[in-house]
């Protein structure tokens, strides 16, 4: 979607490797988080930002870390990649101001292998 | 934020209207009910907000009773382009931190 992408769009790695997924928006939204999608799970939340320095955990947080140095990018650490962490990972941006104004990147697909 | 019951999947022929009920019994006074729309292979994307009665856009209608516990999403003569997945959230303005839940699978075939 215009304003945010997500990079790679594609990777394979190797168990046990460490794992940066970045989102870079140009919105100058506040909030940004990192969504995982598994078959059967839908969309869950790992981590967010409310702000540059300012993030908290999401439902499935554990084997993630995260980072926001600059309003516009969001880094999302696998510190030791595992299997279960293959799937589908999006980045999405809000302003805010409620549940309308989330706007998706178009994902990175990681496999573990 | 209150929970929402969707239908897993729900199938549908290229043509027919498809409507996606959501229960969300426990939804608070300032809620809003929103629904989001992701085809294969992209991110998911807003489609609709209602607070009570009808709301129609180009895309879909949102019906939503007097009571609030529930809502439809009507997709009017449907398309293969319209098999994706959709999603029922409740929330009210500020909520920053949603939760999407599995969404309703909709297969339009021809």
């Known amino acids: 979607d215009a304003g945010i992408t997500q990079s790679p769009r594609h990777k394979v790695t190797e168990t046990g490797t460490p794992v940066t997924l970045r989102c870079h928006q140009t919105e100058n939204h506040r909030y940004m988080y990192w969504y995982r999608q598994d078959p059967g799970h839908g969309l869950r939340l790992i981590h967010y930002?409310?702000?540059?320095?300012?993030?908290d955990k999401g439902e499935v947080s554990d084997g993630y870390s995260v980072s926001r140095s600059k309003t516009e990018d969001f880094l999302l650490t696998l510190e030791s990649a595992t299997s279960s962490q293959t799937s589908v990972y999006f980045c999405?941006?809000?302003?805010?101001?409620?549940?309308?104004?989330?706007?998706f990147g178009s994902g990175t697909r990681l496999t573990v292998v | 934020l209150a929970k929402t019951t969707q239908p897993i999947s729900m199938d549908s022929y290229e043509g027919q209207e498809v409507n996606i009920t959501c229960s969300h019994n426990n939804i608070a006074t300032n809620d809003y009910i929103t629904w989001y729309q992701q085809f294969p292979s992209q991110g998911p994307r807003f489609i609709i907000q209602?607070?009570?009665t009808k709301v129609t856009n180009e895309v879909a209608s949102l019906f939503i009773p007097a009571d609030r516990k529930s809502s439809t999403l009507s997709l009017p003569r449907v398309s293969l382009s319209d098999t994706a997945v959709y999603y029922c959230l409740v929330g009210e303005v500020g909520d920053y931190k949603l939760s999407f839940g599995a969404g309703t699978t909709v297969t339009v075939r021809a």
């Open positions: 999405a941006i809000s302003p805010g101001q409620g549940p309308d104004g989330y706007t």
């Open positions: 209602g607070y009570k």
């Open positions: 930002s409310y702000g540059v320095k300012d993030t």
